[in-house]
């Protein structure tokens, strides 16, 4: 293929949870100095030569300064381009996605990713409902985040058989892996009869069903794959990446029951990899809510379309150690872990790199790695008509 | 030239509270029901709903009609018109004629009497009156306790008909009646007895008296009398006063105790009763009130070989829903959190409203004619999303269809019900159509059901009223 390969050296991100005591800009800093500190043989911040900012909020709420020059200014890297980026709920890993370009093209050997947002700076209605106030005038009017993925939900069910039972088995076991997850949001143990006496938000999900909105960061550090030896002697190589579009409007997709920009996404990952879905061992897909996962084990060929329900109630996407055959977030998930927009991308892309590196910090959860190849995947954005795949491996060729 | 009703339609909200519920807090009850808008309607959106159904009883299609007269004294603008609005919708031809009349509830008389004669002197050939209203009434006054909500339109036209408009009179003084001024909030009344005794009893009296003189037919020889009211006790005495028997007036004393005063709505509505009841070759006198005038005039029913429009008052009675004062409160904006309504996108005066009204009014797509894939909205899809293709051509969608998939959501900012529904409809016409559901509960919501898509207020916002298609179910 006519392009570099890329390492990933360093990662980093912070705690998740509700920040209320940091600022947007200490969010960026600690994550951006975790990610700096984590490189094995040391690293030198002077020696990035490109940055991409990933924030999505910044421009929704006008709270924080979105462009580039917010990771340049306040890190001290102000030598450096830092190109913004914002599409959705995968801005992270679309971020991601920009700097591997950056690399992959060979104009620059090291480069920053990271991204931060805050969430919880504005009343849990104001920066949920920016959203409703998107897009044709009428025709969006009484859209809130939730009810872009609960028609699927109702659809499901209906041509499939999907139960809020199944559902709720997924948020069941994010949550239960973000109780070993010590960044994730939340640490608590839930039951399907929890998530469905949950209060409703939009039929057929309860709160159970949705994540939390939370503050957050997390940051990689990427090189040309030749260079990698000088950082590190375990790095993790980028294997392929793939983004995906689909219509903006429900009226207008082809089928309420999947998200088509996941598909697309992956089948672009796997040719670019080379690699089916047979061969991932891990994967952190978007479980922004319980239906979510479920599209997504059937969007990303884990299993058939339809069956989404059957592969979490019989259990395969549970951890290893639980007798999962394709662990699905370890970390916890956006459920448990939390979702803070541009710093989930990111996030998944840590959790991965700590796998593939079977790193002590992951040992309460790693998977077990059969074919050394991890996924990564996001789905969002208005109209949820973006997504982004990202596919990680140890294997140096 | 003769001059016929062609076609009627009424509409009615489906929400009800009883006097006694008002007067649990107020005290004073006299029985009976009043009907009450929901949030998202108004004098506006009943119009539409009245007008579309005398359009469907009269067999006529939007474009087929040259005139909209319109009386309201509850518009929602005091300065822009909403004719124009309802052209767009009901799909006339740009050159049709709008006039709206205000003022008092009379104006939807002066509107049908004014419509007569244009057609009489031969401007138009199928005209459509309407008259809506939707008065706002000051907690506690005996006007709440009284003032319905409701919308009549009728299809004039020349020739043979239901009915033919006959004979009219007026008879006029000035004095100050009920009134709201500009910047009031709601109607006032200055003395009840004053203005029954002097104004409604003998302006009615008047004009009843003339128009027995012009046609030379003596009240009791007609069959139908039908006369506008404010309440039970002035049709009582303004019967007697013109010695209707009681019998004459079946057709509009049954209307008051259910829906309480229809304002505009109420003479057309008590016409309209009428003549579902009435016999071929029968006389009917309808005689108005508001402010300081009255109009008598008189029809004669011809053939008698129409169906009731749809939907019939019998339905609308059937499908109420019975609310709390504590809700009604909630629903007039006399209780609220104080919050302004979650705003637009873009603010409604914007040109995207007007670069939008094909779908947002006459509810078009762009089909595409290579593929035939509907592209909505057409404002914004100038390619065709399936194909690529660049000939598109607008159509109009169907409004009624199947529900695709759904969901209802429970946390939604000022200005929206919840539990709210969002609705994907696959429209009989083909195309897809998302919308809020409006009277709905989500128990109800499945797949597959039958809705149809009906103009609600979807907000207000700098003062305008934005209005759109939400969906609704059939019962």
Known sequence: ???????????????????????????????????????????????????????????????????????????????????????????????????????????????????????????????????????????????????????????????????????????????????????????????????????????????????????????????RADLARRYTDRPVYVAGFGMGSDYLYLTEKERATEFAATRRAAKQAYAMAGVSPRDIDVAEVHDCFTITEILNYEDLGFCEKGEGGRFIQEGKSQLSQLGGSLPVNPSGGLLAKGHPLAATGLAQIAELYWHLREESSVSNRQAHLRRGYALQHNVGGFGIATSVVTILTNHAD | ??????????????????????????????????????????????????????????????????????????????????????????????????????????????????CADGIRGGRFDRALVIGTDDRPAAPGSAMEASFGAGAVAMVLGSGEGLATMDEAVSFSRHFVDRWRAADDDYVRDFDPRFTRQYGYLAHCSEAVRALCERTGIAVERFDHVVLQHQDPRGLRELAAAIRAPKEKLAACEGLFPAFGDLGSAALLAGVASALTTAREGQRLMAVSYGAGVSDAFSMTVGKRNWPEPIPSLTKLQREKRNISYLEYLRLKKILSTGEPPFPMAVPPPSPTFMRGTGELLRLEAARCKGC???????????????????????????????????????????????????????????????????????????VGMDVELVLRRITKERGVSVYGYKVKPIR
């Open chain 2, 372 to 446: 035939g894939f509907l592209n909505y909205p057409p404002s914004m899809r100038t390619i065709c999303v399936r194909c690529g293709g660049t000939a598109l051509e607008r159509t109009t969608l169907s409004r009624r269809g199947k529900i695709h998939t759904f969901c209802v959501n429970y946390y939604m900012p000022p200005g929206f019900e919840i539990p709210l529904a969002n609705i994907l409809v696959d429209l009989d016409s083909g195309g897809r159509y998302m919308g809020m559901g409006t009277e709905v509960s989500p128990d109800e919501l499945r």
């Open chain 1, 1 to 223: 293929m006519g392009w570099n390969r890329v390492a990933v050296v360093g990662v980093g991100m912070i705690k998740f949870g509700e920040l209320f005591e940091k600022s947007y800009e200490a969010l960026l800093q600690e994550a951006y100095l975790a990610a700096i500190r984590s490189v094995d043989k040391g690293f030198d911040p002077g020696e990035i030569q490109a940055g991409w900012l990933g924030t999505c909020l910044g421009s929704a709420m006008g709270l924080e300064i979105p462009g580039g020059a917010s990771l340049a200014a306040t890190v001290g890297l102000v030598e450096i381009p830092v190109t913004r980026v914002e599409n959705g709920c995968p801005t992270g890993s679309d971020t991601f996605r920009n700097a591997c370009l950056g690399v992959a093209s060979g104009v620059y050997d090291v480069a920053i990713a990271i991204g931060v947002e805050k969430m919880r700076d504005k009343p849990t209605e104001e920066s949920l409902l920016s959203i409703a106030a998107q897009g044709h005038p009428i025709l969006s009017r009484g859209g809130i985040a939730p009810s872009l993925f609960a028609p699927q939900a109702t659809r499901h069910m209906h041509e499939f058989g999907t139960t809020k039972e199944q559902m709720a088995l997924v948020a069941v076991k994010n949550h239960h892996n973000g109780c070993l997850d010590p960044y994730a949001h939340f640490q608590t143990e839930i039951t399907v009869e929890q998530v469905l006496s949950s209060p409703p938000v939009s039929y057929p999900l309860q709160l159970l069903d949705c994540c939390p909105q939370t503050d957050g960061a997390a940051a990689a550090i990427l090189c």
């Open chain 2, 1 to 114: 030239m003769q001059t016929s009703v062609m076609g009627y339609g009424i509409y009615v909200p489906r929400l009800r509270i009883k006097t006694d519920e008002i007067a649990s807090v107020w005290g004073g009850s006299k029985g009976g029901e009043k009907a009450v808008t929901n949030m998202d309607e108004d004098a506006v959106t009943m119009a539409v709903e009245a007008a579309q159904s005398a359009l469907s009883h009269a067999q006529l299609a939007g474009r087929e009609i040259d005139a909209i007269y319109l009386g309201t004294s509850s518009s929602p603008y005091a300065e822009q018109t909403v004719t124009t609005l309802l052209a767009e919708v009901l799909g006339t031809s740009p050159g049709v004629f709008l006039a709206d009349f205000a003022g008092s509830p009379r104006a939807s008389i002066a509107a049908l009497l004014a």
